[in-house]
């Protein structure tokens, strides 16, 4: 039964994603997809191949948390980890991508145990960022002087997501019986609804995930949310580097407006495939009302350029994680048995 909900979870996510997808295209049928072209065409190899290098810079940001919440996991294993399990998200539903993720931890002799709490703690550090991205939008628009109330409004829920986070995972590290107890009560509420929830089962995951990680949080949390947030700046340095590269100049739009809307708008990542399509003609309204005598269609180009770095390339780096994970399986000398 749960395998079936995850299909049907998965089919409802592409679905939705198609009519994202529709919807954007129909908002965009009046651009001149000519100039578009025109404006595509202005990218040299060259360029593409810097944008190729601060894709792998984003990536292995992306990736670092694992190394640092992960015991006997280098950095560079937590990208080709990263790598696998991001080509896995886009192939198959929810968890295929944890699935692989445990099995190459596991084929690197890395307990299942910290494995998974590791990864737990990567993906509640990217949610941290990721909804913490408005504030410094927010900040940033301070700073130039263009600051709305309208802006704070909209990035106050999103800072309440990443704040909440945050005092989750301070209570949950204040001690043992803490933790237990308020995962305790957490299972037996949710049991209420989900008759298999169980309080014991999940104040013992709850204590053996602590335990997996705690001597790690303090100093790996602060730099694994620097990391993800210097991800997510060298991700708007693509975007601005991609519309520079397509013909739309600092006089049309500086660079730090591209920050900021970027910024602003990056929780909307959370949809499918990063928000592709809304968070693309959110960043693109904002970008026209700031800009100086710049068209949509060489921002529109810029973003095609960025996305088809953005999205493609780690789907080309996942496959090249994944064979590589499966020469180093193939080439290890088989156990003895007995």
Known sequence: MDTRRRWVRFALTVVATGVVLVVGVGLLDEIDWDGVRSSLARLEAWQFVLLALGLLLRQYLNALPLALFIEGCSSWRALQNDQAAILMT???????????RFA???????PLAAAVAGSVMNTLSFYVVRFGAPVLGSVLMLWLGTFHPGELFAALPSMAVSVAILAALWLAFRGEAFTAGLAHRAGDLVGRVRSQVSGGAWSA??????????????????????????????????????LRCVGVDAGQVPAIEVFVAFLVAYPLTLFPFSGVGILDAVVVA?????????????????????????LGGPILMGLASLALWKWQVLRRPATPAG
Not at 90 to 100: E, F, G, K, L, S
Not at 217 to 239: C, F, G, H, I
Not at 287 to 308: C, D, I, K, M
Request: glycine residues 6%.
């Open 90 to 100: 886009t192939v198959a539903p929810p968890p295929a991508d944890y699935v692989m």
């Open 286 to 310: 904002t970008l026209l009302q700031v800009g100086t005598n710049v068209y949509e269609e060489g921002l529109v180009a810029g973003f095609v350029v960025w996305r088809v770095v953005t």
């Open 104 to 110: 190459i931890f596991s084929s690197w002799g890395i």
């Open 205 to 242: 995951w709850a204590v053996d995930f602590r335990r997996q990680v705690v001597g790690r949080v303090p100093w790996a949390l602060p730099r694994s949310l620097l990391a993800l947030l210097a991800m997510v700046l060298v991700d708007a340095a693509l975007l601005t580097a991609a």
